[in-house]
């Protein structure tokens, strides 16, 4: 719970230093005396936007400090556990500290320790929870309306339950997207392939096929050229009947063989021109059998241009060179073969999230009976209520709705808040019929039934109760202190008749000091609340008579 806070330099505010109590504490004052500026300070402290106009005239700085005492299962203790910044000397109290700038500028902290906003508003909420003039304009939200019924049936166990099943069904439906998205992908891969390797085996390119067409093409193309070079070469080596190098390589080595007779220096001579001639005879028979060989056939060689044109498109179309195409082709038979059929695992996959909508529609089943059993409780009590709050002939309904096709994380219902306000009308939902009054009473019976299964502890209520009075204004202050007995209580308010069942009474002055306007707060005693009280049935004169209905109300409320 809240048990001090402290302000500086806010607004109208000089210094305000608040210690508060358990139980319900009331703020009352004049109208403009400055009685919500706490709740804005506090607001500001737990994280809200800052504005420079917030700060007090003349002053650069303003700071707001709140002190919160925690139970040992709060979850506030635990957040601050998990985020480390607990007060290690007194772990079950915290600090929110907000300082703020006349240049619209701020720093929050946790503990003495600087913080995002963002954390302050966090943690905040697991601290207060603040209910002004138009909060209850929440409860026209379905998002809101399905959450009070939840809290009303302590569905958090079964929330918890279904946000994993839910969770589980969307990985469960993308793992089947994404498998499907493969297999698509898997089989136009693999038609791909098949049409390419089909294309290739057509082709049959054998290894090194590429190169040997290459020199054929080359041999076909020039084969008349070849032809001519070839037998001039023969003329040359041995063909020419009267020079040859043949014949003049015979008639050198004759000469050799008589000289070296004549002397032996030439023997060596004569075997070189003997190894030279056989050479040449080799050369001759070589080019003999080449030149025999020669093909000058146009039919062929449009065949192997055919091919070798075939091969060039085939390369350009795999971006590669026409070299690499046969271990291409090769390579492409491979990862044919891999692409293995994997369409039994997607009877798998579909199984799997059979298995988690079952378990999604289960959940939200068991949710369903939850609202619905909890829906006609909080109808009864909140009606009950009502009634009480001058709403005679109201009648409360929470309708509940479900539609399996809209499953969502918070399961497959539909909440309605209907109301009938009138004997003889038709309920309506409260978006449609109800007032600000009769909402601001709705939401003050909610609050109440509600109670003891939220995880906040501090409750403010700022000026919740108007447009209410008389017995209606005694029967909120009568909810207001037994909502007290299940969680802290402020209220800003201006009725006599709710101010009085206070455990705890402040008073909101505003003066004037060296022209400048001071608005000041302070507890009031026994007899300081009996004038307050006095002041709030009167106005401005306090009688006798208003001091005794003063004291009266003091009584009837303790």
Same mark, same amino acid.
């Not at 230093?17 to 009352?28: E, K, N, R, Y």
């Not at 279904?162 to 038609?191: G, P, S, V």
């Given at each position: 719970?809240?048990?001090?806070?402290?302000?500086?330099?806010?607004?109208?505010?000089?210094? !305000?230093?608040?210690? =508060?109590?358990? #139980?319900?504490?009331?703020?009352?004052?004049?109208?403009?005396?400055?009685?919500?500026?706490?709740?804005?300070?506090?607001?500001?402290?737990?994280?809200?936007?800052?504005?420079?106009?917030?700060?007090?005239?003349?002053?650069?700085?303003?700071?707001?400090?709140?002190?919160?005492? !925690?139970?040992?299962?709060?979850?506030?203790?635990?957040?601050?556990?998990?985020?480390?910044?607990?007060?290690?000397?007194?772990?079950?109290?915290?600090?929110?500290?907000?300082?703020?700038?006349?240049?619209?500028?701020?720093?929050?902290?946790?503990?003495?320790?600087?913080?995002?906003?963002?954390?302050?508003?966090? =943690?905040?909420?697991?601290?207060?929870?603040?209910?002004?003039?138009?909060?209850?304009?929440? !409860?026209?939200?379905?998002?809101? %309306?399905?959450?009070?019924?939840?809290?009303?049936?302590?569905?958090?166990?079964?929330?918890?339950?279904?946000? %994993?099943?839910?969770?589980?069904?969307?990985?469960?439906?993308?793992?089947?997207?994404?498998?499907?998205?493969?297999?698509?992908?898997?089989?136009?891969?693999?038609?791909?392939?098949?049409?390419?390797?089909?294309?290739?085996?057509?082709?049959?390119?054998?290894?090194?096929?590429?190169?040997?067409?290459?020199?054929?093409?080359?041999?076909?193309?020039?084969?008349?050229?070849?032809?001519?070079?070839?037998?001039?070469?023969?003329?040359?080596?041995?063909?020419?009947?009267?020079?040859?190098?043949?014949?003049?390589?015979?008639?050198?080595?004759?000469?050799?063989?008589?000289?070296?007779?004549? /002397?032996?220096?030439?023997? /060596?001579?004569?075997?070189?021109?003997?190894?030279?001639?056989?050479?040449?005879?080799?050369?001759?028979?070589?080019?003999?059998?080449?030149? $025999?060989?020669?093909?000058?056939?146009?039919? &062929?060689?449009?065949?192997?241009?055919?091919?070798? #044109?075939?091969?060039?498109?085939?390369?350009?179309?795999?971006?590669?060179?026409?070299?690499?195409?046969?271990?291409?082709?090769?390579?492409?038979?491979?990862?044919?073969?891999?692409?293995?059929?994997?369409?039994?695992?997607?009877? %798998?996959?579909?199984?799997?999230?059979?298995?988690?909508?079952?378990?999604?529609?289960?959940?939200?089943?068991?949710?369903?009976?939850?609202? &619905?059993?909890?829906?006609?409780?909080?109808?009864?009590?909140?009606?009950?209520?009502?009634?009480?709050?001058?709403?005679?002939?109201?009648?409360?309904?929470?309708?509940?709705?479900?539609?399996?096709?809209?499953?969502?994380?918070?399961?497959?219902?539909?909440?309605?808040?209907?109301?009938?306000?009138?004997?003889?009308?038709?309920?309506?939902?409260?978006?449609?019929?109800? $007032?600000?009054?009769?909402?601001?009473?709705?939401?003050?019976?909610?609050?109440?039934?509600?109670?003891?299964?939220?995880?906040?502890?501090?409750?403010?209520?700022?000026?919740?109760?108007? #447009?209410?009075?008389?017995?209606?204004?005694?029967?909120?202050?009568?909810?207001?202190?037994?909502?007290?007995?299940?969680?802290?209580?402020?209220?800003?308010?201006? =009725?006599?008749?709710?101010?009085?069942?206070?455990?705890?009474?402040?008073?909101?002055?505003?003066?004037?000091?060296?022209?400048?306007?001071?608005?000041?707060?302070?507890?009031?005693?026994?007899?300081?609340?009996?004038?307050? =009280?006095?002041?709030?049935?009167?106005?401005?004169?306090?009688?006798?008579?208003? !001091?005794?209905?003063?004291?009266?109300?003091?009584?009837?409320?303790?």
């Amino acid at each position: 719970m809240l048990t001090h806070l402290n302000i500086n330099n806010f607004a109208i505010v000089n210094q !305000l230093d608040l210690a =508060l109590q358990a #139980g319900m504490s009331v703020i009352t004052g004049e109208t403009g005396a400055g009685k919500s500026i706490a709740m804005d300070a506090l607001g500001l402290c737990l994280g809200e936007r800052v504005e420079s106009s917030m700060i007090r005239h003349g002053q650069e700085r303003g700071e707001i400090r709140a002190t919160f005492q !925690l139970s040992n299962n709060s979850p506030a203790l635990t957040w601050l556990q998990q985020h480390e910044l607990e007060d290690m000397d007194t772990p079950k109290c915290c600090t929110l500290r907000r300082v703020i700038r006349n240049d619209g500028r701020s720093k929050a902290f946790i503990n003495n320790c600087p913080v995002p906003a963002a954390q302050l508003r966090e =943690l905040g909420a697991l601290l207060i929870q603040i209910n002004g003039q138009h909060s209850s304009q929440r !409860l026209l939200k379905s998002e809101e %309306q399905l959450l009070l019924l939840d809290q009303f049936c302590h569905n958090q166990a079964s929330l918890q339950q279904m946000a %994993q099943a839910y969770q589980h069904w969307k990985q469960a439906k993308q793992q089947l997207k994404q498998f499907q998205q493969q297999l698509a992908e898997n089989e136009a891969k693999k038609q791909l392939l098949q049409y390419q390797v089909e294309e290739l085996n057509e082709f049959n390119l054998q290894p090194d096929e590429y190169l040997q067409l290459e020199q054929q093409q080359r041999c076909l193309a020039n084969a008349e050229q070849i032809t001519q070079l070839s037998q001039s070469i023969g003329m040359l080596l041995s063909d020419n009947e009267t020079v040859n190098i043949e014949a003049m390589l015979n008639k050198a080595e004759r000469y050799c063989e008589e000289l070296s007779q004549l /002397n032996g220096q030439y023997h /060596n001579l004569a075997s070189l021109l003997q190894e030279a001639l056989i050479q040449v005879q080799e050369a001759s028979s070589e080019l003999q059998t080449l030149t $025999s060989e020669i093909e000058q056939d146009p039919y &062929l060689l449009a065949e192997v241009e055919q091919r070798l #044109g075939t091969a060039l498109q085939l390369a350009k179309k795999h971006h590669i060179s026409p070299e690499q195409l046969h271990r291409h082709h090769a390579e492409l038979k491979q990862q044919l073969a891999n692409l293995t059929d994997i369409s039994a695992e997607e009877q %798998q996959l579909q199984q799997q999230l059979e298995s988690a909508v079952s378990e999604l529609t289960q959940i939200s089943q068991t949710l369903h009976q939850s609202r &619905l059993q909890g829906a006609q409780k909080l109808s009864e009590q909140i009606t009950a209520l009502i009634k009480q709050l001058a709403m005679e002939n109201a009648e409360f309904e929470v309708v509940v709705k479900h539609n399996p096709d809209s499953i969502s994380v918070l399961g497959a219902d539909e909440i309605v808040f209907m109301l009938r306000s009138n004997l003889g009308q038709l309920s309506q939902p409260l978006a449609k019929i109800a $007032s600000g009054g009769e909402l601001s009473r709705i939401a003050l019976a909610i609050q109440v039934l509600t109670a003891d299964k939220l995880a906040t502890p501090t409750l403010v209520f700022d000026e919740v109760d108007v #447009g209410i009075s008389g017995a209606t204004a005694t029967v909120v202050g009568k909810l207001m202190r037994q909502l007290a007995q299940k969680c802290q209580i402020l209220c800003v308010t201006h =009725l006599p008749q709710v101010a009085a069942y206070g455990h705890q009474h402040f008073s909101v002055q505003k003066s004037t000091q060296d022209g400048t306007t001071i608005t000041e707060m302070a507890a009031l005693d026994n007899k300081e609340r009996v004038y307050a =009280l006095s002041r709030l049935l009167s106005g401005s004169e306090v009688t006798t008579t208003t !001091l005794a209905n003063a004291k009266e109300l003091l009584k009837l409320a303790s």
